[in-house]
């Protein structure tokens, strides 16, 4: 029930190319849906949420678009860089403000130069 | 902002031996969380405080763990006695009210 299932696990992809990456929850009551970016030897850090009263929300070159219908939410990245190689791990939680995160298993990204 | 400050970095110790994991939160947040990250489970929720008392621990694992807050600057997360399965990065993380949380960069343990 407090799952968050996150495809693919890894990603490769060219510079300048989208990277999309996707994940799936089970419980309705999620209402709070980040993403954290996370570089080796970091701690994650939030790169953009969205709660489930709109179905997208775009900061700069990325992008979560969401599907509460499905129960599926997506981070596209645009323009991907270099720079952004890293792991980067959907979460939800539910009525507390983003307090109790229940976090996907995380999808390493590698964009090529 | 000095950030979320975790000590130490790195931590090797053998089976038995009692570890403990020190957190120093963003001044002014009143959520504190401890998780862990291993290649198995990926990050976990361990437990969360609310202005220094503990809210929610349903992520402790065993009665070998345990979480103290007893000031608003400081947090221990201490494991006795620690066992090789324990061995994992164990982050802390504080946000304030409305605040998305802020991580800090971890502590990698290895119990031998």
């Known amino acids: 029930q407090q799952q968050v299932k996150q495809s693919p696990q890894s990603l490769i992809v060219q510079k300048g190319g989208i990277s999309i990456i996707n994940c799936a929850y089970e419980?309705?009551?999620?209402?709070?849906f980040p993403w954290y970016q996370q570089f080796p030897g970091k701690g994650p850090a939030l790169l953009i949420a969205i709660r489930p009263d709109v179905s997208e929300k775009k900061e700069g070159r990325f992008t979560i678009s969401f599907n509460k219908s499905a129960k599926q939410f997506s981070l596209h990245i645009m323009d991907s860089q270099p720079g952004d190689s890293a792991t980067y791990f959907c979460?939800?939680?539910?009525?507390?403000?983003?307090?109790?995160?229940?976090f996907g298993g995380g999808t390493r990204l590698m964009v090529k130069p | 902002d000095a950030g979320v400050i975790q000590s130490p970095r790195h931590e090797v110790t053998e089976m038995g031996q009692e570890v403990t994991l020190r957190c120093k939160p963003i001044?002014?947040?009143?959520?504190l969380f401890w998780y862990r990250q291993t290649m198995m489970r990926g990050l976990e929720l361990l437990i969360y405080?609310?202005?220094?008392?503990?809210?929610?621990d349903s992520g402790m694992p065993e009665d070998r763990f345990s979480a103290k807050m007893p000031n608003a600057s400081f947090s221990t997360l201490k494991i006795q006695p620690s066992e090789p399965r324990d061995s994992a990065v164990y982050f802390c993380?504080?946000?304030?009210?409305?605040?998305?949380?802020?991580f800090g960069d971890g502590t990698r343990l290895s119990i031998l």
């Open positions: 001044s002014g947040h009143d959520y």
């Open positions: 405080f609310n202005n220094n008392v503990p809210i929610d």
């Open positions: 419980n309705t009551a999620f209402d709070y």
């Open positions: 979460a939800a939680s539910r009525n507390n403000a983003g307090n109790m995160l229940t």
């Open positions: 993380a504080s946000r304030g009210r409305g605040q998305p949380q802020h």
